[in-house]
């Protein structure tokens, strides 16, 4: 087992270009604390697979550095590869049952035998895969297949592990049976960076964000903190007694745009939601502008932003 | 016991390997030559003449079918590679402990160890044939363990060479299909090589490495070593050593990580 260090990863100024040309990834500054879940956000593209990538030694950095538990990606790429767990964005399975492919990951990373037995045991269950157990991978469902994936980690020890969209095809129970089972790891001690465009997920499992887009950070922090940091912004929810036709929809978009500070505004049957800076001083304003229209209002609520919004105010800057 | 890392996946493309389909294809077509077929020629073939003198064709037949052993098992390691980038087995194994050339040795292995397997099965079940004689001394069986590996790895290297540049699995199919079909049957595992055969598959032939193979092993269980031996062992050190560093130096430019 390697030193602990601080910082189970740190990535200080990192660029990777495809060719020399193209740069997918953009300077990018990170680090992620030990027994910390970090949560790597962007739109595809954004380069958030080629960091896990170059952190996971498969290519390497084109400048920057990059280290795992105190190790450089390119100096010590065996010892990390040792001790870190990865689940690919793409899937990946040995052309065998769901079974051996647990005998065979536990094998290959030297874990003893009776280990794999007991805990092959644990992870069919826990991922529900008991029924399939002795199918061969390649006739298990999308869903299936990302558990045995992420399943299969678990069976040899890791110190980091990154979980490239690990809950990809999975249902909503098994998703946040997955979550709560990596949570419960982090508290044994793991390190995880957890890629995932479904925000809610995010929000739930990870204890900092970094949201990347076009190859660079554009914001980091805890959830909260992104929320407060792009929280003179507010979110303005109004339900409306009935459901408005398109043409009205549309006129109320555009007199609320003139009272300023709006974001973004969406209207959807009974629902408006409404983005913007200073939205506290303008509600009466609002409520007025939809009043005109002969449009009555059923309840109101003015929140934080959600992840989700911070997200798409961070990716539009 | 800690194993080292190219053995553990060796033993992995063994377990991977042991199902059913691969078996089949490994065992069960070769057996299905040397049973079926080599009983059934014989009835009909009275014997094929070997320095004036005619053994049986089950005799004759037996070291084509152990030779073709380096063939498939070339066969099933070199298609390892395309497997593991088809099912992402691949790039996962090297985010894990292990470096590439273990990976590669893994497959060499795995292929050497079948194709040993493999003749070990054929020629004992070639000796339960009661017209089927061979005599075999300590020095054949080591012209035949040599054949068979350097074989084995000239094989594995051609078809690792196939898994890099073929673009889909219709492509890869039909590479391999129309190699097994060329190389197996326009060789001489199967039939002797006369003046009486046309001058196109006498020129096949001799360009086929199995024919070297299959030569070294029917002069090792059957006529005998001489140079010719030596000549055949030669030509397929010869070829493998220019096959694998070809197929080393296209692996290592096999990318990954690439969207």
């Not at chain 1, 529900?128 to 980690?153: C, D, I, M, P, Y």
């Not at chain 1, 003179?232 to 549309?250: F, N, Q, R, W």
């Not at chain 2, 196939?162 to 060329?182: Q, V």
């Amino acid at each position: 087992m390697t030193d602990s260090p601080e910082y189970a990863i740190q990535v200080s100024d990192l660029v990777k270009s495809y060719d020399g040309r193209r740069r997918a990834v953009d300077g990018v500054s990170f680090h992620v604390r030990q027994g910390e879940i970090y949560g790597l956000l962007g739109k595809n593209g954004a380069g958030k697979s080629t960091v896990i990538k170059v952190l996971t030694t498969l290519i390497p950095p084109t400048s920057g550095s990059a280290m795992v538990n105190g190790l450089d990606v390119r100096r010590d790429a065996i010892r990390i590869r040792k001790r870190i767990g990865v689940v690919q964005q793409e899937e990946s399975f040995d052309y065998a049952t769901v079974e051996r492919n647990f005998d065979i990951y536990g094998m290959l990373w030297e874990v003893p035998r009776h280990i794999i037995a007991s805990r092959k045991e644990e992870l069919i269950e826990f991922f529900n895969l008991t029924e399939s157990r002795k199918k061969r991978a390649f006739e298990l469902s999308g869903g299936q297949k990302k558990r045995l994936q992420v399943a299969r980690e678990f069976i040899h020890d890791t110190d980091v592990l990154f979980l490239d969209e690990p809950t990809v095809g999975m249902d909503p129970v098994m998703r946040r049976d997955v979550l709560n089972f990596i949570r419960e790891k982090v508290r044994d001690g793991l390190s995880i960076i957890f890629t995932t465009q479904i925000l809610e997920e995010a929000d739930f499992v990870c204890d900092r964000i970094g949201i990347m887009d076009k190859g660079r950070m554009v914001a980091e922090g805890t959830s909260r903190e992104l929320k407060e940091k792009f929280g003179s912004m507010k979110k303005l929810s109004i339900g409306l007694t009935d459901p408005v036709p398109h043409e009205i929809a549309e006129r109320i978009s555009r007199s609320i745009e003139l009272v300023g500070g709006i974001t973004s505004i969406t209207v959807t049957g009974r629902e408006m939601n409404i983005l913007g800076l200073d939205l506290g001083s303008n509600v009466k304003a609002i409520i007025d502008v939809i009043g005109s229209l002969d449009v009555s209002i059923d309840h109101i609520s003015l929140d934080m932003p959600s992840l989700d919004d911070v997200f798409l105010e961070a990716v539009k800057k | 016991m800690k194993l080292p890392a190219f053995v553990r996946l060796t033993v992995r493309n063994v377990m991977v390997n042991t199902d059913p389909g691969t078996m089949f294809f490994m065992f069960g077509i070769p057996i299905f030559y040397l049973l079926v077929m080599g009983l059934l020629y014989q009835g009909i073939i009275t014997g094929i003449p070997v320095n004036g003198v005619l053994i049986p064709y089950t005799t004759f037949l037996a070291p084509g079918i152990v030779g073709m052993q380096a063939f498939t098992a070339g066969n099933i390691g070199g298609g390892m590679l395309w497997a593991d980038r088809r099912w992402g087995m691949f790039e996962q194994l090297l985010v894990g402990p292990f470096r590439r050339s273990e990976y590669l040795f893994g497959i060499i292995f795995l292929s050497v160890i079948f194709a040993i397997g493999g003749s070990l099965i054929m020629i004992i079940l070639a000796s339960l044939i009661k017209s089927a004689t061979f005599s075999m001394s300590l020095l054949s069986y080591a012209y035949l363990i040599a054949a068979l590996v350097t074989g084995t790895i000239l094989f594995s290297s051609l078809f690792l060479i196939i898994s890099i540049k073929a673009r889909s699995m219709n492509a890869y199919s039909t590479i391999t299909f129309l190699l097994f079909f060329l190389l197996d049957f326009a060789s001489t595992a199967f039939y002797p090589i006369t003046s009486n055969t046309p001058l196109p598959l006498r020129i096949v032939s001799a360009g086929n490495p199995l024919s070297y193979i299959v030569d070294v092993m029917r002069d090792s269980m059957v006529y005998g070593i001489s140079y010719s031996t030596l000549f055949d062992l030669g030509i397929i050190t010869a070829l493998m050593a220019v096959v694998l560093p070809v197929s080393i130096l296209l692996y290592g430019n096999v990318r990954t990580g690439i969207q």
